[in-house]
């Protein structure tokens, strides 16, 4: 019977946890907000959702043979990438948009740099970064929720260059529910709420980068529109803020380990969102600046090791 | 206000239910055992006796000259049949007395009371506990006596035991401060008397109400022994971290206990001296727990030193299913191994069989950097980061991240969704640095 034991260094036991479980968490917590984009965006969203997720599975799967490496998209994380590049993507998009974003994303951005756990960026932020680069004109024709497509313009442009929410502009009880301009899954504060709400309560995402990203724009809004609440409630409705810091700022592999680490990256998406926002050229910040501070996260990492129990500095 | 526990640190299931409620058998009389000359940390024991002769029970049978050493005394009467290599549980090979009993488990004439705590000085206490060769029992078998020694450069106000008992599966702790507190609190105040430490500390997770509650009631006339119930987590019965819930001070990192005032020792070591100094009768038997999902009928046996597991095992209604993994110890830092021909030793807190499916080992995947080992490393360490430094061979990095700081807790590998062996590759780091420093000072 001696032949037959395991031999293995401890620990003998393990959580039950695994990746798939996580990454199923996710897209359990972004099902209400694709339920939403289906609602107020119909046919046109379902079309986009299922493209980018479809495509980020396969490049996944034929990359991998291609380069016979074992196909993980089993682990989930292939879906939850093509979900929240939907996300990403405004109704009216050509069906190319969602399939170009995801091959780019999955491939370009993950795969090349080592498969999950190794891209430096977020893959479907830096899909929509790319995509809003290059097709801008599709990228930014934002249409009124309804099947019927009609033109709009988004929260954000309402506001560009201003310190005050000007009368024409949405309410926020439509921003708050997802009635208004933008992309399929962003504009529902709400429904990125509850999700962030079970991410948190599962124990997938630590509060504090969320927490703190949107408290640093609340901040800077407050003091850059003179202390008027409404203009700052507006600003934390309005665009991608909320799917950014609670979806995408919180990406494992593009955000710092260390506590502290992740506390000065919120921070720094909290400034540079607010300075894009208020200061910059587009009238969107959020994606630059979680893609700026991934880039920094490496180096924000190596300077902020947590202090060794009973180590003396 | 004290904390009553420490950071970061994780739930595993207890799978205690099986045996909590069993009380501590005696085994079954061995024929034969195998009594390891090394069951300690320290220097090996050279055999005091040769094949042929006859031994009684609590008879000298191995000593050493170091100072960090333990004696090793006979656990039966009988006859020396060899002097030879067995297996050794944490390892390798240890050189054993092979001792056929002849049943009558006739006492060694030098196994007489010490004497109470009040008449005994605290060098005679000290003396009292290196003669009975007494180790740490919680598993790291530390001599004792090197631990009770007071030193005048280092003074020791704080004496912990740790009843925390924070590995699954185990229970025999639970079940000693059940059923013998009195002498926990003997010893203790022998061992405190010895240090010459004021305070007494008993540290207990909050999971065993009625331990904390019979320690209590065996404390209630001793006001310098709290006993402290502390948060139920693991690692919660490691050395600094028991030390930082109790009496809210850090271990300086690379230090010992004593740096920060204070001295650490398991329940079942207390009780153990208490035991010498009534009865002196050496160290030569322990309460072990026998469980796991492929033992037949799990318990709390009280067993000699140097009885094979594979004895004890068939004590237990044998193998209920294919064995795939035995080990001695818990489930978080216990040591698998690969014969049932090892023995029981003064450390041998736990023996647990596991069938094949609990025993599989996972495939690991890529790290998906979620930091999870991050937030739950009880000394705050970046376990990701030196396990990728050590895969690499990239010591330094791993040496820089302070990897000869980890107490091998083993949480990490256990939180891991990626099921990477963390810990393992941590340990292939502390080796090269330790092997590093010691060039250096060669």
């Known amino acids: 019977m001696e032949e037959r034991l395991f031999v293995s260094s401890s620990p003998h036991i393990r959580d039950e946890n695994t990746i798939q479980k996580m990454m199923l968490d996710v897209v359990i917590a972004l099902l209400p907000a694709t339920l939403g984009a289906l609602y107020y965006f119909r046919i046109n969203g379902a079309k986009i959702i299922l493209l980018s997720v479809l495509t980020a599975v396969a490049s996944e799967a034929v990359f991998q043979k291609l380069r016979k490496q074992p196909i993980t998209i089993n682990d989930l994380s292939a879906v939850v990438t093509g979900l929240l590049l939907a996300f990403n993507i405004p109704a009216s998009a050509p069906w190319w948009i969602p399939v170009l974003g995801a091959v780019f994303a999955i491939v370009v951005v993950k795969q090349f740099f080592g498969g999950i756990g190794h891209n430096f960026m977020n893959p479907a932020l830096a899909a929509r970064i790319m995509l809003m680069i290059s097709y801008t004109g599709h990228m930014t024709s934002w249409v009124k929720p309804g099947a019927d497509a009609v033109s709009t313009a988004t929260p954000l442009s309402f506001v560009k260059g201003l310190t005050e929410v000007p009368g024409k502009a949405p309410k926020l009880f439509d921003m708050f529910m997802g009635n208004t301009g933008g992309c399929l899954g962003e504009t529902s504060a709400i429904l990125l709420i509850l999700g962030g709400i079970y991410l948190v309560y599962r124990g997938i995402i630590s509060i504090q980068v969320p927490a703190i990203y949107i408290a640093t724009v609340a901040v800077f809004t407050l003091i850059f529109g003179q202390f008027d609440v409404y203009f700052m409630v507006y600003h934390l409705l309005a665009g991608g803020l909320m799917l950014g810091a609670i979806y995408m700022a919180t990406d494992y592999a593009s955000a710092p380990v260390t506590p502290k680490g992740r506390i000065i990256f919120a921070l720094g998406c909290g400034i540079l969102t607010s300075v894009f926002r208020l200061y910059g050229g587009y009238p969107e910040g959020v994606g630059f600046s979680i893609l700026l501070m991934n880039i920094a996260a490496p180096l924000i990492e190596k300077y902020t090791s947590p202090r060794v129990f009973g180590e003396v500095r | ?442």
Do not use: W
């Open chain 2, 1 to 442: 206000m004290k904390s009553l526990t420490f950071r970061g640190g994780i739930h595993p299931p207890g799978y205690k239910e099986t045996t909590a409620h069993l009380e501590v058998e005696k085994a079954v009389e061995p024929s034969v055992v195998f009594i390891p000359l090394k069951q300690h940390a320290g220097a090996p024991c050279q055999p005091l006796v040769k094949v042929g002769d006859r031994v009684t029970v609590g008879e000298r049978i191995g000593e050493s000259d170091a100072f960090i050493s333990a004696l090793v005394h006979s656990s039966v009467s009988g006859t020396v049949k060899e002097i030879t290599k067995i297996p050794d549980a944490t390892g390798g090979e240890v050189q054993a007395v092979v001792i056929e009993s002849d049943g009558l488990n006739e006492v060694h004439p030098s196994v007489k009371p010490a004497g109470g705590i009040e008449s005994l000085k605290p060098e005679e206490i000290v003396a009292a506990v290196r003669n009975a060769g007494i180790v740490g029992m919680g598993g790291a078998t530390f001599p004792t006596h090197v631990k009770i020694t007071e030193l005048k450069d280092k003074k020791v106000d704080n004496f912990i035991l740790n009843g925390a008992e924070c590995e699954p599966y185990l229970t025999a702790d639970h079940r000693l401060m059940l059923e013998n507190p009195e002498d926990i609190i003997y010893g203790l105040r022998a061992m405190m008397k010895a240090k010459n430490s004021k305070n007494g500390f008993i540290g207990i997770e909050d999971n065993k109400p009625d331990a904390i509650k019979a320690m209590k009631k065996a404390a209630e006339h001793y006001p310098n022994i709290k006993i402290v119930a502390l948060h139920t987590k693991y690692p919660q019965g490691a050395s600094d971290q028991l030390v930082y819930a109790c009496i809210g001070k850090e271990v300086p990192a690379g230090g010992s206990s004593s740096d920060a005032g204070v001295v650490v020792h398991n329940v079942a070591t207390a009780a153990q001296v208490a035991k010498v100094l009534k009865t002196g009768m050496p160290s030569i038997d322990r309460i072990t727990t026998v469980a796991g999902n492929a033992i037949a009928n799990p318990k709390n046996l009280l067993i000699k030193v140097g009885v094979p597991i594979k004895e004890v095992i068939e004590q237990c209604g044998g193998y209920s299913k294919t064995p795939g993994k035995i080990i001695m110890g818990g489930p978080m830092m216990g040591i698998a191994q690969y014969t049932d021909d090892v023995v029981i030793t003064k450390g041998s807190s736990g023996l647990l069989i596991f069938d094949e499916e609990e025993a599989k080992i996972p495939e690991p995947e890529q790290c998906i950097r979620c930091g999870k080992c991050v937030e739950i490393c009880p000394v705050n360490l970046q376990p990701l980061l030196i396990s990728a430094y050590s895969l690499n061979n990239m010591m330094e990095h791993a040496e820089k991240y302070r990897a000869a700081d980890c107490i091998e807790c083993g949480s990490c590998s256990f939180i891991c969704p990626s099921k990477r062996p963390l810990l393992q590759s941590i340990r292939v780091a502390k080796a090269a640095i330790a092997e590093k420093k010691r060039k250096q000072s060669n």
